[in-house]
T-cell receptor, first 112, second 112 residues
Framework: GQNIDQPTEMTATEGAIVQINCTYQ??????LFWYQQHAGEAPTFLSY??LDGLEEKGRFSSFLSRSKGYSYLLLKELQMKDSASYLC?????????????WGLGTSLAVNP | DAGVIQSPRHEVTEMGQEVTLRCKPI?????LFWYRQTMMRGLELLIY????????DSGMPEDRFSAKMPNASFSTLKIQPSEPRDSAVYFC??????????FGPGTRLTVT
């Protein structure tokens, strides 16, 4: 079957670094996405990985290992505004099919 | 750009009533997604259109749910009759690529 696992909750301190892990088991793989969702708001796109390795974008980085079915989102220099849910999603369809399989999200609380 | 527009933002209705949710995708986007989000089940894809044609409706819970996209700038999701278990936040998203999906603000539906 199709499965995406990520921790339910995490807590970190302002200014610190936090790593949110995501493991996936899907019938195919055509890319992995991370989205951020603040409480009461819509998800917004953070990153996309289709090849192995690290993609860096400012304070946020995302890593992918296709052989291990594993990804992580790394948040540096945490700020209070980073308190949100972080959703991992996988595209398991080739070509032009844009359907994603979503994890349940990791709720991150950043404390002062 | 105005982004994805959804209406209404909040809907409270009684069990058995018909509910119609509306979505206007970003101009030029050719894919549209309807999602449902609950605490227990996370973000679930209900149906996905490409160029106004339904591509994948495997997530539509049952015959009470139907979706249409009569043109490139408008889509509806209808629930008839509604039930308390349909209470959730319903998101519409659009995209023109295999990468980022742009989400609307969502409709919070409460069925009593």
């Amino acid at each position: 079957g199709q499965n995406i696992d990520q921790p339910t909750e995490m807590t970190a301190t302002e200014g610190a670094i936090v790593q949110i892990n995501c493991t996936y088991q899907t019938s195919g793989f055509n890319g992995l996405f991370w989205y951020q969702q603040h409480a009461g708001e819509a998800p917004t796109f953070l990153s996309y990985n289709v090849l192995d390795g690290l993609e860096e974008k400012g304070r946020f980085s995302s890593f992918l290992s296709r052989s291990k079915g594993y990804s992580y989102l790394l948040l540096k220099e945490l700020q209070m505004k980073d308190s949100a849910s972080y959703l991992c999603a996988v595209s398991n369809n080739a070509g032009n099919n844009r359907k994603l399989i979503w994890g349940l999200g990791t709720s991150l609380a950043v404390n002062p | 750009d105005a982004g994805v527009i959804q209406s209404p933002r909040h809907e409270v209705t009684e069990m058995g009533q018909e509910v119609t949710l509306r979505c206007k995708p970003i101009s030029g986007h050719n894919s549209l997604f309807w999602y449902r989000q609950t605490m227990m089940r996370g973000l679930e894809l209900l149906i996905y259109f490409n160029n106004n044609v339904p591509i994948d409706d495997s997530g539509m819970p049952e015959d009470r749910f139907s979706a249409k996209m009569p043109n490139a700038s408008f889509s509806t999701l209808k629930i008839q009759p509604s039930e308390p278990r349909d209470s959730a936040v319903y998101f519409c998203a659009s995209t023109t690529s295999t990468y980022e999906q742009y989400f609307g603000p969502g409709t919070r539906l409460t069925v009593t």
